[in-house]
Structures are given as C-alpha cells and as structure tokens.
T-cell receptor
C-alpha cells in the first residue's frame, strides 16, 4: 500500500515569508507526527496528533510554528515569518497506536531552504 | 529529558566484517528503543525495536540489537557487512507513556569492498 507522502519535496523561500508543508499519512493511521532534521543531526520532534487534536506540541520551537489536522488525516505544518535557521528537512510520520508503543512510518521529507 | 548518544559519527568496515554501531540512552527507567536506517534521498525505515520482551531483538536485513539495562545500551550489530548496508543509522528512544521519539545524531556506515 501507499506510504506516507509529503509535498512539496523541496521548498525554497525568502526570509520573512510564510510556508505550508503537507503530509498525507498512511490510510487508517490515527497518529501523525512532525519532526525536523537539520544537516548532520538526527530528527527532532515537533508535534504529535492523535486524530484531529494535538496530543503533544512540546517540540514546537516557538509561536511561528503551527500545525493542523482538521479531519484527522492530512496535516499541514505552517511556518510564519520564516528565518534562515528554519532551513531543514521536515519529516512526517504516521502510526496506528496499539498498546504501549507503535511503529512510526516516515515519509521522504520536505527540504525547506530559507534564503 | 531523555537523551541518546551514538558514539562515532562515521564507521567504516570492510565487506564481510562485523558491524557494530553504538547507542546509549540516559533514562533510569527502561524506555522503548528503536534503530532506524536512512538511505540517501529516502525516508527513515525501522530496522528493529525493543519493547521489554526479549532483550536480544532481531530486525530486518540481518541486523540485531541487545538491550543491556546495566549499561543503558542498545548497540546494533550485523555479523557480516554488505555493500548495500551503507547508509545512516539512527538510534531512538521513547519514554513509556509518550509517543515522541528522541533520536541520536546518527552514525554513517561506510562499507569498503
């Protein structure tokens, strides 16, 4: 079946602009995660949705970052007033939680470059 | 806060040699532990995970990892490296009761012919 898809694959923007990054999870997966991976680093957690609600947004770095998942499927990560330090690969993952833990399936990511 | 340390940002082995990638975590309560692999221009793929069943966990592509509570370690091994194993490997943990993964900084594995 289809995996997690993310669009666009690459996004170049100018400092101060607004961007939206989209994630389509695996069909039927109720949990959705956003991570950010800077060059040479491991992914860093941003936010986790269970259904439509953000169950854990402790990783969002500041109020310029916001994410939604209005119908419990597709999610959009929104970044306002982008800064050069926001340049990274933004990863989305989804899972079907069961018991204590679950396997997160990752998409290929969106590479964001802020000039 | 939970942290993960991967010793060695780059590891180089010869084809057919043992692969050993090291991972240590900081929690005093055994968390859930994972190894992911990332091939160039591809998403992260789960190799294996530890969830408090057997301490020796077998994964895909011949990899395995052993959970050692006394050493707070979860090292990844493979008896014989193949050229196709060349990739970046990430160790990750999640605290029980929390879904977010905390990743190490990664180890890039090179396999020499």
């Amino acid at each position: 079946g289809a995996g997690v898809s993310q669009t666009p694959s690459n996004k170049v923007t100018e400092k101060g602009k607004y961007v939206e990054l989209r994630c389509d999870p695996i069909s039927g997966h109720t949990a959705l995660y956003w991570y950010r991976q800077s060059l040479g680093q491991g992914p860093e957690f941003l936010i986790y949705f269970q259904g439509t609600g953000a169950a854990d947004d402790s990783g969002l770095p500041n109020d310029r970052f916001f994410a939604v998942r209005p119908e419990g499927s597709v999610s959009t990560l929104k970044i306002q007033r982008t800064e050069r330090g926001d340049s990274a690969v933004y990863l989305c993952a989804s899972s079907s939680p069961s018991g204590g833990t679950d396997t997160q399936y990752f998409g290929p990511g969106t590479r964001l470059t802020v000039l | 806060a939970q942290s993960v340390t991967q010793l060695g940002s780059h590891v180089s082995v010869s084809e057919g040699a043992l692969v050993l990638l090291r991972c240590n975590y900081s929690s005093s309560v055994p968390p859930y532990l994972f190894w992911y692999v990332q091939y160039p221009n591809q998403g992260l793929q789960l190799l294996l995970k530890y969830t408090s069943a057997a301490t020796l966990v077998k994964g895909i592509n011949g990899f395995e990892a052993e959970f050692k509570k006394s050493e707070t370690s979860f090292h990844l091994t493979k008896p014989s490296a193949h050229m196709s194993d060349a990739a970046e490997y990430f160790c990750a943990v999640s605290d029980r009761g929390r879904r977010a993964l905390t990743f190490g900084s990664g180890t890039r594995l090179q396999v020499q012919p």
